[in-house]
């Protein structure tokens, strides 16, 4: 496709529930990440897939969040048992590589998938 | 834990003015410094980045100065336009600790409105 792009662009759930959203990336890019944005604040990394593995999973804040990209492209962040803190936008984004130095590595962001627990 | 100071965290500038903000990183992986744009609802978009052979880059109105001994880097937009209100984020690689990674840090945003 012509950029990332991000499903559902909205999701509200209730305390509890389980969610999943996807994103599919530009189509070549080897590179995948997810963030989240919470209000009045710059984005902030959950995880880095480079192909289908998880190069860096530093960013989840525990371990109901998963993510997977089993094919090298498409991914789903799941959250399991959602909480009202989870609430904030979450972004994907691509890159054409991986490592910083390598160049080629700008990643490019989706339009977000803001959830809403209530 | 790692972070990179943005300022200000907003800016009125006049149309036609100058738009400057500035950043301040800690240790870094890799001298790479991007500047993304964001509009209300919409998705940050890459604006301008720098890498480490260059102190300044400049394409179009938007100019990257980065100042490696200080670690700082700033954006200066000039003659700036209505067109260019949104907020703004600088971002740096995290400082990398034996493991490849390529995680991006970014600041806290600067909310810049031009003045007709």
């Known amino acids: 496709g012509a950029g990332v792009s991000q499903t559902p662009s909205n999701k509200v759930t209730e305390k509890g529930k389980y969610v999943e959203l996807r994103c599919d990336p530009i189509?070549?890019?080897?590179?995948l990440y997810w963030y989240r944005q919470s209000l009045g604040q710059g984005p902030e990394f959950l995880i880095y897939?480079?192909?289908?593995?998880?190069?860096?999973d530093s960013g989840l804040p525990n371990d109901r969040f998963f993510a997977v990209r089993p094919e090298g492209s498409v991914s789903t962040l799941k959250i399991q048992r959602t909480e009202r803190g989870d609430s904030a936008v979450y972004l994907c984004?691509?890159?054409?590589?991986?490592?910083?130095?390598?160049?080629?590595?700008?990643?490019?962001f989706g339009p977000g998938t803001r959830l809403t627990v209530l | 834990q790692q972070q990179v100071k943005q300022s200000p965290q907003s800016l009125i500038v006049q149309k036609g003015g100058i738009s400057i903000i500035n950043c301040a990183y800690e240790?870094?992986?890799?001298?790479?410094f991007p500047w993304y744009q964001q509009f209300p609802g919409k998705g940050p978009a890459l604006l301008i980045a720098?890498?480490?052979?260059?102190s300044e880059k400049k394409e179009g109105r938007f100019t990257i100065s980065f100042n490696k001994s200080a670690k700082q880097f700033s954006l200066h937009i000039m003659d700036s336009q209505p067109g260019d209100s949104a907020t703004y984020f600088c971002?740096?690689?995290?400082?990398?600790?034996?493991?490849?990674?390529?995680?991006?840090?970014f600041g806290t945003g600067t909310l810049l409105a031009v003045q007709p």
């Open positions: 971002a740096a690689p995290a400082a990398n600790y034996g493991g490849a990674t390529n995680k991006l840090i």
């Open positions: 897939f480079q192909g289908t593995g998880a190069a860096d």
């Open positions: 240790n870094t992986a890799f001298d790479y």
């Open positions: 984004a691509s890159s054409l590589r991986g490592w910083i130095a390598g160049g080629g590595n700008e990643q490019f």
């Open positions: 720098i890498r480490p052979d260059v």
């Open positions: 189509s070549g890019h080897t590179a």
